[in-house]
């Protein structure tokens, strides 16, 4: 069964503090994999598309990652306004998602 | 770009009321989703469906039932409201390059 585990559920971290966040799948025959941004009471906002391993995709203080077994989306020197929550997503041979719960990012100034 | 539009952001309703969430979307996309988002138990599917008038069930189908008459529309439809479908309902048509494209949610209560 196609599986996608993020970690860590939480993280706090100050302002300009750089950390990573984790997502590990389980997916027969990868065809993306997704990550976006959620605020409070609003829908998911998309970031960035994976398709290979090796590929890497930057926005601003964002920089999404792939390997064979995982991504990661590595947040440099974050800011107040960077704080969500990072949702990992990823696609096999099916038309759905198969989504991680979520991992809640908090940056304090 | 991709427009998920959902007709209400706020539904208080009473148990036993059968209510209509409605979701459409500008691309012509013939995958569309119904999700409802629940702390610490992530995203859960509740249908989809994959052209007009096809539809298949998701992980919680219980207690919902969806209509797709036309391409650009996707209704989710409580036939009866109980308290634990309290819940933020997420509407999503896919996008090739994005994975999904979401619609900006109804958090629905029912009291």
């Known amino acids: 069964e196609d599986q996608v585990t993020q970690s860590p559920e939480a993280l706090r971290l100050q302002e300009g503090e750089s950390s990573s966040l984790n997502c590990s799948y389980t997916?027969?025959?990868?065809?993306?994999l997704f990550w976006y941004r959620q605020d409070p009471g609003k829908g998911p906002e998309f970031l960035f598309t994976l398709y290979s391993a090796g590929e890497e995709k930057e926005k601003e203080r964002l920089k999404a990652t792939l390997t064979k077994k995982e991504s990661f989306l590595h947040i440099t020197a974050p800011k107040p306004e960077d704080s969500a929550t990072y949702l990992c997503?990823?696609?096999?041979?099916?038309?759905?998602?198969?989504f991680g719960k979520g991992m809640k990012l908090t940056v304090n100034p | 770009d991709v427009k998920v539009t959902q007709s209400s952001r706020y539904l208080v309703k009473r148990t036993g009321e059968k209510v209509f969430l409605e979701c459409v979307q500008d691309?012509?996309?013939?995958?569309m989703f119904w999700y409802r988002q629940d702390p610490g138990l992530g995203l859960r599917l509740i249908y989809f469906s994959y052209d007009v008038k096809m539809k298949e069930k998701g992980d919680i189908p219980e207690g919902y039932s969806v209509s797709r008459e036309k391409k650009e529309r996707f209704s989710l439809i409580l036939e009866s409201a109980s308290t634990n479908q309290t819940s933020m309902y997420l509407c999503?048509?896919?996008?090739?390059?994005?994975?999904?494209?979401f619609g900006s949610g109804t958090r629905l209560t029912v009291v």
């Open positions: 691309m012509d996309h013939e995958n």
């Open positions: 997916v027969s025959g990868l065809r993306g």
């Open positions: 999503a048509s896919r996008s090739n390059a994005r994975g999904y494209t």
């Open positions: 997503a990823a696609q096999g041979g099916s038309e759905k998602l198969v």
